[in-house]
């Protein structure tokens, strides 16, 4: 068994559809194909919500409609038969009523996260109507009867495998099956999503609970490269990583995937591979347990950074200090990324500022604390165990004057991370690229 996820610019066209068709039906092995929404759908959907949020009902009405003639076009060029096309009116009529419903209800969070599941409900059924026109015999599996995360959003690999099995079950002797990335249940029972760009860790969740062969994320781009290929001009595919490595690019900042998504698969090692639909013949990255030589790999920056110092001299020979701080960004569920001590203050990064004002209240009482906002991780990824010596001076020194608010080195073997202010990621990201990837 695979696993195919397939992102909003592989389902963005029509003819894209088509296209993902044909690849899932290339061979006659088994898999389960995942897609993300059509690509602006979400993104539509983002913006319609926060107008209903602000009682913006006329604005939203505006933006329902566009997004609704711009589905009228696709499912026309999608479909030919008489008989789906009748189909595709009806999935498309179904969901924007339920949209156009939310103009006239109380609006709440709950109901955005309604909305925002019309996206993947809509691709996966068009594609879905699509098959079945030109013959395929496949499977709608819905990712809400068996994506599932409990009460701290975390999603249970083990009810997932066991509801996964038991839809597989009920559709013996089928090969396609075609589920919803993004979506789930949560704990209370109400819809929910894994956040944005999600879908890969649909895949990545789905590959895990099934032990497949493979999970295979078809994008855009022909895998995982050096640098951010949005930002610096030259930069190149990388053939193989390590989970280790592509974990930590995506948690930090490398857009490909999300930022959990290799966390499953490599728990269960079941191999990860980048492929790009526009170009299916590129070889794309291998993401496995195997260590691949090569010490400076790639680099990565992650936006929306805080920096939280607490300067408190009762930390002097003080044991057990350490560990109250900790205490308290437990408390709010806040994963600290960054952090280095000297004997006189702490100083710490986090990314999540929505318990930002509390955690601030409790550690005031150890003593004084900054914040500093607007700024960057920058992480560089590779094996730094093979690397015999010199590493840190040739990231150093290929960050020019730009001013390093903290580094990070052997925390893992595969990561340096360096804290800098936004404004300077391009700048950084540049003369990286320039002093590591250049000779
Ligand atoms: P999808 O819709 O298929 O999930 P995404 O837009 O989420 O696609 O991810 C693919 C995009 O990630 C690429 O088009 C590229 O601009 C961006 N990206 C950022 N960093 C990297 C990187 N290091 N390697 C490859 N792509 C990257
Ligand atoms: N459609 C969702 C998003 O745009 C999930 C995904 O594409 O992975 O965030
Ligand atoms: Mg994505």
Redesign the pocket.
Known sequence: MKVLKF??TSVGLPQRMHHVAQLVTADKESKVVVL??VSG???ALVEIGELLLKGNKSGATKKIDTLYDKYLDFYKELLSEEESLFKGKEIIDTHFGFIRYLLDSSFSEWKEKELLAQ??LLSTKLFYTYLKEIGIKAVLLPALDFMYIDEDGEPDVEYIREKLHERLADNKGNQIFVTQ??ICKNAEGLIDNLK?????YSASLIGAALQADEVQIWTDISGMHNNDPRIVEDTFPIAELSFEEAAELAYFGAKIL?PSSILPTQKYNVPVHLLNTMQPQAKGTLISSKQNPGAIKAVAAKDGIIAIKIKSSRMLLAYGFLRKIFEIFEKYKTPIDMITTSEVAVSLTIDDDSQLGAILDELKEFGTVQVDEELSIVCIVGDFVSEKKGIIEKVIHSMNDIPLRMVSFGGSKNNISLLIETEKKREALLSLNKGLFHK
């Open positions: 992102g909003g993300s929404a759908t979400t993104n996206g993947e990335g993004f944005r760009g999600g879908s890969d999300h």
